[in-house]
């Protein structure tokens, strides 16, 4: 239940909300052309729309899939919606998806939530899906797997706690963490209404190392 004030910053019917000790989950739903759809918002910043959430997920991890060689250790820091892990493994040859996310609440959701279960299609449940609820520039420090595929799904790094995931001390440690033929990936804001923000990631990734492909994908829920 949530309060009456805080249901009118929402454009949908809140229909679930819950307090974590990391953050505010929201769940409303509204009408989309003729046809109910869902969306998750986190601290009041929406997450998907699930009309239209295949269209980022899809350009999230197809690319940077297709990108690398091997296709058989994959990690997945944030992503506890299970969503990108759906898309992971449409691949063949995937054997394992490491998902790290801080909040339990939020892969909790994923793997029993029926709505949510309904859209990543059960990926949560699948038996190559190992989570890890714990603080990912913690777990990728202190373990020294490597994977063919790093596939980065945080918010946009709106304050200290997210901005250290898009760190150069961070990338340094995912740099370290990649096969030598592997592909990394990063959700990266909007370039068109998070400029500075866009190409200040795009910077701190090449100078770590890494050789950098930009690009976007419109979603019309944002």
């Not at 091997?70 to 040859?93: K, M, N, Q």
Request: with cysteine.
């Amino acid at each position: 239940v949530t309060g009456l004030a805080a249901a009118a910053l929402f454009t949908g019917k809140v229909i679930f909300a819950e307090h974590s000790p990391y953050q505010r989950t929201v769940r409303t739903e509204r009408q989309n052309a003729g046809h109910k759809t869902f969306q998750l918002q986190l601290n009041g910043n929406l997450q998907f729309d699930t009309a239209d959430e295949y269209r980022y997920h899809e350009a999230l991890v197809h690319p940077a899939m297709q990108s690398a060689r091997h296709h058989s250790e994959i990690a997945v820091g944030g992503g506890g919606d299970g969503l990108a892990a759906r898309e992971v493994l449409r691949w063949p040859g995937v054997e394992r998806i490491t998902l790290v996310d801080l909040d339990p609440a939020m892969t909790d959701l994923g793997k029993h939530n029926p709505l949510l279960q309904a859209q990543n299609r059960g990926a949560m449940n699948d038996p190559r899906v190992e989570v890890h609820n714990s603080d990912a520039m913690v777990w990728f420090r202190d373990h020294d797997q490597r994977f063919d595929v790093i596939i980065l799904d945080f918010p946009d790094p709106t304050d200290y706690s997210l901005g250290k995931l898009y760190s150069a001390r961070f990338y340094r440690t995912i740099y370290d963490r990649l096969a030598d033929d592997g592909a990394l990936v990063v959700q990266s804001t909007s370039p068109l209404f998070a400029l500075q923000a866009y190409w200040c990631i795009d910077t701190t990734l090449r100078s770590v190392g890494f050789s950098t492909a930009p690009y976007h994908v419109f979603v019309p829920a944002f």
